[in-house]
């Protein structure tokens, strides 16, 4: 598949804001269960 | 890239390989997920006993996702016919913006997390309810009931009538009769709200050949199936005071929104419109069961609040 740059640069910045939100999702999980196992514990 | 067998369009007319965020986003169903939340809230809100702030939020969220994830199993399976009706035609899978087996892969692990999680921040019970309302949507109604029977939104209304109970076992860890009245409520209601909606787009499930009631049944049927079930929501919405379990707020409340409710069922019956644009009447009871809906569970919690006070 060849693409032109505008299609290229399109794709990249697609993908990398996909990715962002999947890092900020992994993130909020990681608080998540954080705040999970101090509430359990002061419970 | 062999493995990306779809393309999509960007608005700039661009073929990219790549699903956006908003495409997993539209896969939850976010517009379900308000009801969700909301009657899985009250739930949780007027269960006696305390869960902090934190493992509220933590249970709400995790209702939330799994609903969503049941949204997605609904869409994974559904794509095909989904992509013969003008209201579904545009999600991401029949419109051509996300891969099938993506789709299956993120509705089984949101499946897994909330359950989970659930669990974790809460009890089994509660986690156990939550697994088998994804279960029930996913496989009782998407794959058996709807495409079956025009009793499809009859049982099928039981898929959505598990957040309350789920949100009430979050904080006692069991079901008592209160929350298994907030699901006889919903799952009474579900039958107009839905019948009602289907009256005026069933060109639509006609086009996906889902045996919805005005199709198999007809108009007149249908009408009066909506009036019979909107006589059971009244006696079911006013069951929790007469049995004790709520205050007169809710009780009069109660009573008042469901004969509002049964006015509006009663011009449905009395309708004989056979041309959506036309159905005036059941373009109103739709818009206020939702209304209806959201005040009555609305009115519960504040009926416990005053009671607590």
New interface residues.
């Given amino acids: 598949?060849s693409w032109t740059p505008?299609?290229e640069a399109?794709?990249v910045a697609?993908?990398r804001?996909?990715n962002l939100?999947i890092a900020i999702v992994l993130a909020g999980f990681a608080v998540?269960?954080y705040?999970?196992t101090i509430?359990?514990i002061?419970? | 890239?062999g493995h990306i067998a779809q393309l999509e369009e960007?608005p700039?007319g661009?073929?990219?390989?790549?699903?956006?965020?908003r495409d997993f986003w539209a896969l939850l169903k976010p517009r379900v997920m308000t009801l969700v939340v909301f009657t899985a809230a009250c739930g949780l809100i007027v269960a006696p006993g305390t869960l902090?702030p934190?493992?509220s939020f933590?249970a709400i969220?995790c209702i939330a996702v799994g609903a969503g994830a049941s949204g997605a199993f609904n869409q994974w399976l559904e794509a095909d016919t989904d992509g013969l009706m003008k209201r579904t035609a545009n999600r991401p899978l029949p419109a051509g913006r996300l891969r099938r087996e993506d789709a299956l892969g993120f509705a089984i692990i949101l499946s897994a997390a909330s359950v989970m999680?659930l669990w974790?921040?809460t009890n089994w019970v509660a986690a156990g309810i939550l697994a088998l309302g994804i279960f029930f949507y996913a496989v009782i109604y998407t794959i058996w009931l709807k495409p079956n029977t025009p009793q499809n939104i009859v049982i099928g209304g039981a898929a959505g009538a598990f957040p309350p109970v789920i949100g009430w076992a979050a904080v006692t860890g069991d079901v008592t009769a209160l929350p298994l009245l907030l699901f006889a409520i919903i799952f009474a209601w579900t039958p107009p709200h839905f019948w009602a909606l289907a009256m005026f787009i069933r060109r639509d499930y006609a086009n996906a050949q889902m045996p919805m009631l005005p199709l198999t049944h007809g108009l007149a049927e249908t009408r009066k199936q909506i009036l019979i079930y909107s006589v059971v929501l009244l006696a079911v919405s006013v069951a929790p005071f007469a049995l004790g379990l709520t205050g007169m707020l809710y009780g009069m409340s109660a009573a008042i929104l469901g004969s509002i409710f049964l006015v509006l069922a009663i011009q449905v019956a009395r309708a004989t419109a056979e041309e959506p644009a036309e159905m005036l009447a059941e373009k109103r009871l739709f818009k206020f069961s939702i209304l209806y809906l959201f005040l009555l569970f609305a009115l519960l919690v504040a009926d416990a609040l005053v009671l607590r006070a």
């Fill in positions: 598949m505008q299609e399109a794709f697609r993908r804001k996909r939100v998540l269960f705040g999970i509430s359990r002061a419970g | 890239m960007t700039a661009i073929a990219l390989p790549v699903a956006e965020w902090s934190f493992l933590v969220l999680t974790l921040a």
